[in-house]
């Protein structure tokens, strides 16, 4: 039975009889997705996080909340402070009478891979939400704005313009996936500790079977789909070895001008002028060479 209510903007909330309480809370995401504890006083799911002590130094209250809650031990500087709510309406009841206005310290951290997770006596369950899930989440209403408003770090992914001759590499994507049977450039997400040349080598080894040699960054840009966003870097890469789907349900090379006739996934999509203009640089680079080559017979003279 919930021992707690909370209320934010909300006419019938009682009116404060104690003094305002500070806390913090954090927004703690791993690749995309958002950490929230069921919190064992309304059965709702809200921020990790909970009341500053006396003269407590808000980075190492919410370090230390986060550990108390979860198991987690982030050092205080992994945390960025984002804002400060200070509504006016943002309280809490509780079942012995006592209510309060909150005002919270809103922290933000990340990690690089799931970690092992431990709840607390304040906590019936933890787990990672993907903004679809949010979406119908049952949130603490003192939560609701800030989790709504939360919008995930880009994913790091590499993506290779693999070319062979005046063709590029298209993969497309099976199905049963997010963008299903869609056309990509074959790629993936970076590891911890990974450059993006590193990943790509990595990515085509395992999509592909194929070993490359990862070249010059040919264009980037951020994309927001749905259920991700993605920071997308396009590097040239040549084929060392035949690459073979693996993981795709077909592959095939295509001329740049012919990119446009395929059903490119969205943020590929994006990589055509760009790819298209590389090759056109190509392209010109032989001419360029020859006619800044002397003509048979011409004297060269030496700088004075």
Known sequence: MPVAAYYLHDP????????????TNVLLECRGRLLLEQ??????????????????DEAHG?????????GLRLPEAAFTRVRVLDDADRIASYQDGTVWRMVIVLFRAQLPQEPELHCSRESCTLRFFTPEELRTADLVPTHRDLIEAWRPAPLEVAAAMLTRGQTVLLCRRPEGKARALQWEFPGGK??????????????????????VRVGPRVDELVFDYPDLSVHLTLYQAEPLTEPRALEHSA???????????????PADRRFVPAVQQWFSEQEKAPAQQAAQRPQTGEKITAPE
């Open 62 to 70: 919410i370090a230390r909340e986060l550990f108390e809650e979860t």
């Open 190 to 211: 970076l590891e911890p500790g990974e450059t993006g040349e590193q990943a790509l080598a990595r990515e085509c080894r395992e999509e592909l079977g194929a070993e």
């Open 39 to 56: 919190r064992w006083d309304c059965g709702a799911w809200g921020l990790p996080g909970g009341r500053l002590r006396r003269g407590e």
């Open 12 to 23: 019938a909330a009682p009116k404060p009889n104690s003094p305002t309480r500070m806390g």
């Open 251 to 265: 592959l095939e090379w295509a001329a740049p001008s012919e990119l446009a006739q395929y059903d490119l996934c």
